[in-house]
């Protein structure tokens, strides 16, 4: 199990550099982080007193960890929860922030142990994830990436101009379904055909 530094630069690598997709609610983003994260959190990279479009090019891997490893992980309490989903989850609340959190509650509720999805890991979370652990220690972490897959295609289906983040223009699995992938045991992947089944509606 890497530490969590490592997994924060694996996320890094992992959102790559600038872009500035209209098609994106995040709006810029530069490692991963958004315009809108970094005007939250005051970062003026450059220092101008304005936080723009330029501080987001300037913003570098490093800053990008530190901002991750504080906001992302130890802000939301990730390190409370199992080890075994720490990763996954700490993955998704950069890409989906609160509803990371929203995801492994309403999937702990659907094991039988009662959770509010409210996207704060509390007491009650924290205890209804080591309830499930315990019932389930193998299958957990395959689980909650599962529904993370689960949620990029809902996403998806009601948002068409995000369609392009879960299929791409062949119609294979675009970065999204990828991402949650990677962190599902491969017994578990779909196939190309499941996955075109799964967009079919999509046209």
């Known amino acids: 199990m890497p530490n969590v530094r490592e997994i924060a630069e694996e996320i890094v690598a992992r959102e790559g ?22 005007r939250r959190l005051g970062i003026d990279v450059n ?25 992302y ?4 309490g990730i390190a409370a929860l199992p080890e075994a989903i720490q ?19 309403r999937l702990l509720a659907d ?3 009662p959770c509010e999805p409210d996207g704060e890991i509390g007491p009650q979370t924290v ?3 080591e309830m499930a652990y315990e019932v389930a220690p193998t299958h957990l972490a ?20 995000s369609r392009k983040f879960a299929r791409r223009k062949d119609g294979g699995k675009g970065g999204w379904i990828m991402r949650a992938e990677e962190f599902i045991s491969a017994r578990y992947h779909l196939t ?12």
């Open 142 to 161: 395959d689980a909650y990436g599962i529904a993370r897959r689960n949620y990029y295609y809902a996403l998806a289906e009601k948002r068409p101009a």
């Open 17 to 38: 550099g600038f872009v500035n997709d209209p098609d994106d609610p995040g709006g810029a983003t530069n490692h991963g982080v958004t315009i809108h994260t970094m």
């Open 111 to 113: 094991m039988g142990f």
């Open 87 to 105: 990763a996954s989850v700490f993955d998704m609340y950069v890409n989906a922030g609160g509803n990371a959190v929203k995801i492994l509650q």
């Open 47 to 71: 220092r101008d007193t304005r936080i723009d479009v330029a501080d987001v090019k300037a913003l570098t891997r490093a800053q990008a960890v530190e901002i991750y490893l504080r906001h």
């Open 73 to 76: 992980y130890a802000g939301p």
């Open 192 to 203: 190309a055909a499941q996955h075109a089944a799964r967009v079919a509606a999509w046209g």
């Open 127 to 129: 205890r209804a994830a």
